[in-house]
């Protein structure tokens, strides 16, 4: 089985006259012409004040990545335009496909997955082609994956484990105090037979 290397996919995209790959989701190329990517990422903050004057904020956290992309297809590749259409309208088994994102911008930012966000557009550009514009919104990135682990509440175990070591400590004391009460008791019991020796030997009465 030959492997088609990566000068081999070049050499083949130049004779079929292919623009040069510069973004793929699973693998699968998307083709553009004047290809161009933007990636941006949102601070979201919250006003504090309750006055419009003020510019006291206090942060949310921060928001996924977004890449935006645009660039041209020519009429006569409108095959390329239904890859892209089809990719966006995919559905999964929890809703909206993933995909992993292959794009040198998105990899200098750590953005690795994502999902169609927000409108995919094809504008006919007269004799040119189509000028189409999207965006992927990142998923399952480092800062959602560190905000989750820090709200994952205390799990089952622990709480059981918890209400054991209580329950155990609260026995315990039980157990110490019916022991001192048996103690009292047995020294009560020892004190009325000491007093009735007492009496008849007739130690009391004088």
Known sequence: MSITTGSEIRKQNEKDNLPAIQLALNGQPIYLR???ANVSVNRENEDMSGQKSTTKKAEKGVKSKTLSVTGVIPYRNADWLKTLFKLAEAEGKGGQVKYRISNIT???VNMREG???????AQEQDVMGWRVSFSLKEVNSVAEKTANRQAKPKTKKQVDSKAKSTGAGAS???AGTSSNAGVTQDTGATRSGFDIWLEKTGVVGQ
């Open 172 to 174: 315990g004391g039980n």
């Open 106 to 108: 998105a990899q200098a």
């Open 115 to 121: 999902v169609f966000d927000g409108e995919v557009s």
């Open 34 to 36: 004047e290809f161009r």
